[in-house]
């Protein structure tokens, strides 16, 4: 049943974090720590202020980048640097995830409001660098994040990406409305399920339910 609905399907999109890798690297510990550095920094606010403003902004605009943007000015490109200049060595090669991803038919990309360069140390450390036909991060949305849709559609215009035949693997389900509106099949990639309208399918473990696609 599952991967009737799959059928068809030629374009694959994948978030980055905590879906092509699992929550348990906590690599986002290590960003959400460098964002508070920076708001603190950009803003001259205390760190309790900053780590409430982060929060805030990534309720409120989709990132905490958005607001800084949109509300202080921030200029992304140096924020963007800092905050993903982390460790990456908790992450693990994934070979049985990179040979179900590579049997997918038709082309795959990567979609993540990181930057590309970022999704390419993440892809490496896991062993998944060479799959995909292409990725694509906030820069290439003009620095629009998820789940806004004029960031999507910038995303999927310039990689030819067909809404009608494509499905959405995303961890935040905030990012799977505006896929769903585009006619993709979607599919929410967390421990916990939150059943929406916009969630065609959860998962715990996007290995195994690739498996059950190909």
Do not use: C
């Amino acid at each position: 049943m599952v991967k009737q609905d799959f059928d068809g399907v030629r374009d694959w999109i994948f978030d980055l974090d905590n879906t092509l890798y699992p929550p348990a690297a906590r690599l986002f510990d290590q960003i959400e720590v460098r964002m508070t550095a920076y708001v603190m920094d950009a803003l001259n606010v205390p760190r309790d202020e900053a780590n409430r403003l982060r929060k805030h902004y990534w309720a409120e605009y989709g990132t905490t980048l958005a607001g800084l943007m949109d509300l202080h000015g921030v200029d992304p490109a140096p924020y963007l640097t800092s905050v993903h200049d982390i460790d990456f060595s908790a992450l693990i090669p994934d070979a049985t995830l990179a040979s179900r991803i590579k049997a997918l038919p038709g082309r795959k990309f990567v979609y993540t409001n990181g930057t590309a360069p970022y999704a390419q140390n993440v892809l490496a450390a896991r062993g998944l660098d060479g799959l995909f036909d292409g990725i694509y991060g906030v820069e290439h949305a003009n620095f629009r994040p998820k789940p806004e849709p004029r960031a999507f559609e910038t995303v999927f215009t310039a990689a030819g990406i067909d809404t009608a035949r494509g499905a959405m693997f995303e961890d935040d389900p905030r990012n799977l409305s505006a896929p769903h509106a585009m006619g993709m099949r979607t599919v929410h990639v967390a421990p916990t399920p939150e059943p929406a309208p916009h969630i065609h399918h959860h998962t715990d473990d996007l290995s195994a339910f690739l498996a059950r696609l190909i």
